[in-house]
């Protein structure tokens, strides 16, 4: 059974910095594309960024330049360093796996992240 779980949310200063990790177990034939949703409350789901190929990496335009993909050097694992915080990067962030093997994506039960003085 695949599973994918994240931590390292919480509540943080406008300004701050969090790391948020995502660890998966289970059988992934495939771990080339991973990556980072949010979803923000009465907000639909959006993408936030995303590894593929080894280290191509792509972000959504308003996190360009504060948040940082990155993968573990087990490759099963992903990171996003999240630097100069605002209140609207509040959200539940979401990790994700797409295994194009078994043609499924997995996904992670969200942590919180909260922006707020």
């Known amino acids: 059974q695949v599973q994918l779980v994240e931590s390292g949310g919480g509540l943080v200063q406008p300004g701050g910095s969090l790391r948020l990790s995502c660890a998966t177990s289970?059988?992934?034939?495939?771990?080339?594309?991973m990556g980072w949703y949010r979803q923000a409350p009465g907000k639909q789901r959006e993408l936030v960024a995303v590894?593929?190929?080894?280290?191509?990496?792509n972000y959504a335009d308003s996190v360009k330049g504060r948040f940082t993909i990155s993968r573990g050097n087990a490759k099963n694992t992903v990171y996003l360093e999240m630097n100069s915080l605002k209140p609207e990067d509040t959200a539940i962030y979401y990790c994700?796996?797409?295994?194009?093997?078994?043609?499924?994506?997995?996904w992670g039960q969200g942590t919180q992240v909260t922006v707020s003085s």
């Open positions: 994700y796996v797409e295994d194009p093997v078994v043609r499924r994506t997995y």
């Open positions: 289970g059988t992934i034939f495939s771990f080339d594309v």
């Open positions: 590894i593929s190929s080894g280290t191509s990496t």
